[in-house]
């Protein structure tokens, strides 16, 4: 069994205690965290060394983005792909040793507030992303497993409000489409909805500017677990710990957890 977690903590250093709740009442074996916003060698190793999660792979940069991979079993970094074409820390890969299993590990572009790439550059560079991941997707030989926040919510039973929410950047169509188009160039199986089928309910993401969330409940699934198709097959359980966006200063993203018979 091999048990892999995802979440978009919004601050490793701010956050290293929720990080530490997590990896205490949740243990999974690898946990792939997004957003860290601190340079690697700031990043919390030795908190959560001391909690077993020895093996670790960090890309930070000073303030924004960042992703980090942490691990109580052995894994080996092998890829940072630059998907951002900019240098940005935003993609980190890793090989779980004694598995024929890469866990590859993403924060895309959240694309900023107009769906238009002629007004809005981050607009065009989320779909760009996109393109150029779909590029490596198309030439993958080997079992893998990309999760993150991906920063879309495709279905329509992943928003709060579908119609509401159809020219708001993550949920347009023509993001819809190009994330189509990544999921196609691999075979990729949204395990979320594998085990959480659509149209049931399924956010992982909140706004800090709805206050009252859980009353209202405007949620959207911004993140994501996909897997190669024999990947897939071996998933045993899929869980989305909505109870983290009330934990005390939380991320506005809750961690998911799947749990695999590798």
């Known amino acids: 069994m091999l048990t892999v977690a995802t979440w978009n903590i919004n601050s490793a250093r701010l956050r290293v205690g929720l990080i530490e709740k997590l990896l205490t009442e949740a243990a999974p074996d ?13 990043f919390p190793a030795e908190a959560l060394a001391a909690l077993g ?58 694309g900023g507030d107009v769906p238009d790439r002629e007004v809005n550059k981050k607009f065009g560079q989320k779909l760009d992303f996109l393109g150029r991941m779909t590029k490596w997707a198309d030439k993958l ?10 920063n879309i919510a495709p279905l329509e039973s ?18 819809v489409e190009t994330l189509g188009r990544f999921q196609d160039a691999h075979g990729w199986v949204d395990l979320g909805r594998q085990h959480i089928p659509a149209p ?23 993140d994501h677990m996909w897997a190669s198709p024999e990947v897939a097959t071996q998933a045993r359980a899929h869980r989305v710990l909505e109870g983290a ?18």
């Open 141 to 150: 030989d080997r079992p893998t497993l990309i999760v993150g926040d991906f």
């Open 245 to 262: 966006r009330a934990w005390e200063q939380p991320s506005d993203h809750v961690p998911l957890i799947t749990e695999f018979d590798l």
């Open 158 to 175: 992943d928003v709060w409000s579908h119609k509401q929410l159809l020219k708001v950047v993550s949920h347009t169509p023509i993001e």
């Open 200 to 222: 049931e309910r399924y956010y992982s993401w909140w706004s800090y500017h709805n206050p009252g969330w859980q009353e209202n409940d405007k949620g959207r699934r911004l």
């Open 30 to 42: 690898i946990l792939c965290l997004q957003e860290i916003k601190c340079e690697s060698h700031l």
């Open 53 to 110: 999660y020895t093996h670790q792979a960090v890309s930070g940069q000073k303030g924004y983005h960042g992703v980090a991979t942490v691990s109580r079993v052995p894994i080996r970094e092998v890829t940072r792909h630059d998907w951002q074409d900019n240098g940005e820390a935003r993609h980190i890969g890793v090989e779980v040793l004694g598995k024929d299993l890469l866990v590859e590990n993403v924060y895309i572009p959240a």
